[in-house]
């Protein structure tokens, strides 16, 4: 990116190119080294007795599925104290 068009971005529209060029790279880096690992077990296969995955072979980090969080909620407060926090941060702002 030039220095102009560096100048005429906004910052929102910076933080779009930025993170479209980081996608971009992690794309080409996971593409990378997907396919190393596909090699690797297509070169160790014929030596070893049972099958291998290349997913078992060398497992890399985007592999690991995320396990399913429960959002956890915020604890409700009755209203009252609600109203309570609502005045004390009230007064302490102005």
């Known amino acids: 990116m030039c220095m102009r068009d560096f100048m005429a971005c906004t910052p929102d529209e910076f933080g779009a190119i930025a ?11 996971r593409a990378a080294w ?5 090699l690797a077990a297509i070169c160790i296969q014929p030596h070893v007795k049972r099958k291998i995955t290349p997913q078992k072979l060398l497992p890399l980090p985007w592999d690991a599925r995320p396990k399913t969080k429960r959002k ?3 604890p409700q407060l009755p209203e009252e104290e609600q109203l309570q926090r ?3 941060l009230k007064q302490k702002l102005g």
Do not use: I, N, P
């Open 34 to 38: 997907e396919r190393v690992r596909l």
């Open 19 to 29: 993170k479209a060029y980081t996608e971009s790279s992690d794309s080409e880096s």
């Open 86 to 88: 609502f005045k004390r």
């Open 72 to 74: 956890q909620q915020a």
